[in-house]
Nanobody, 129 residues
Framework: QLQLVESGGGLVQAGGSLRLSCAAAGIRLNGYTVGWFRQAPGKEREAVSCISLSISGTDYSDSVKGRFTIARDNAKGEVYLQMDNLKPADTAVYYC??????????????????????WGQGTTVTVSS
């Protein structure tokens, strides 16, 4: 079972930035499509972004497009979510998820949570106004 670990969450003021990381214990994520999701208190889990095997295969939800950037470092086998111009509405627990897809070069946030087999425990992002 792939064990995903997120890191990089924290408390930041509105307009600030954070970078979240997603890594797998002992395994590189190079052959996986990786998605970032978030869940705010009392709300459903929301897909935020995804990246396929190809570093150019990315997608974003409308709520974060232009502010968040997903990337992967194949040398380290990790995936990152750079979050800029953060807003209080971005406050949530952020999860990374992975799906083995070594031949898939695109992804879509509309695929949803059911598309992914492996999940991390989440990291909390709090944006103060």
């Amino acid at each position: 079972q792939l064990q995903l670990v997120e890191s990089g969450g924290g408390l930041v003021q509105a307009g600030g930035s954070l970078r979240l990381s997603c890594a797998a214990a002992g395994i590189r994520l190079n052959g996986y499509t990786v998605g970032w999701f978030r869940q705010a208190p009392g709300k459903e889990r929301e897909a935020v972004s995804c990246i396929s095997l190809s570093i150019s295969g990315t997608d974003y939800s409308d709520s974060v497009k232009g502010r968040f950037t997903i990337a992967r470092d194949n040398a380290k086998g990790e995936v990152y979510l750079q979050m800029d111009n953060l807003k209080p509405a971005d406050t949530a627990v952020y999860y990374c998820a992975a799906q083995w897809a070594p031949f898939v070069r695109t992804c879509a946030v509309t695929n949803g949570a059911a598309h992914y087999d492996h999940w991390g425990q989440g990291t909390t992002v709090t944006v103060s106004s």
